[in-house]
C-alpha cells in the first residue's frame, strides 16, 4: 500500500460508482486491548460483503482522511484513512494506520465478494 495520493484515490473511488459492488468496513481500536489493560475501553466495527450501489464518492480532508460513499437512501463514511491501493483482483483497499502503526480503519470495495 502507499500513502494516499487523494487524486489518484478519488480517481478509482469513481470507478465503482452506479454499479453493484461489494464493501468490506472495519474499525478496532485494537479488540484485544482491554485484555492487557481493563481499564481501557474496546470499541470495534465490522461489515464484510454488504452488497450495495453508490450514486458517488469523495474523498476529502489533508490526511488522515474521510471517505463517503452517497447511497440512494444514506451513507457509507470511513474515517482516518492514510494509505490505499488498487490490487491485483481490481478492489480499492484503503487503509488508516495509527500513529504505532497498526490498523485503525478499513475500508475496501470490490465487483466481487471478499473471501
Known amino acids: 500500500m502507499e500513502n494516499i495520493q487523494i487524486t489518484k484515490a478519488q480517481t478509482l473511488i ?3 460508482a452506479n454499479q453493484e459492488i461489494y464493501i468490506h468496513l472495519e474499525t478496532t481500536n485494537g ?20 452488497k450495495v450501489s ?24 470511513a474515517e482516518g484513512l492514510t494509505h490505499y491501493e488498487l490490487d491485483s483482483f481490481g478492489r480499492l483497499l484503503l487503509a488508516g494506520h495509527g500513529f504505532d502503526g497498526k490498523l485503525a480503519v478499513a475500508l475496501q470495495i470490490s465487483h466481487t465478494p471478499f473471501e
Open 14 to 16: 469513481d470507478q465503482f
Open 31 to 50: 479488540s484485544y486491548a482491554s485484555h492487557h489493560d481493563q481499564s481501557f475501553f474496546s470499541a470495534s466495527a465490522y461489515i464484510r460483503n454488504a
Open 54 to 77: 453508490y450514486e458517488h464518492g469523495k474523498i476529502v480532508g489533508e490526511g488522515p482522511y474521510r471517505v463517503g460513499l452517497k447511497l440512494e437512501i444514506g451513507w457509507i463514511y
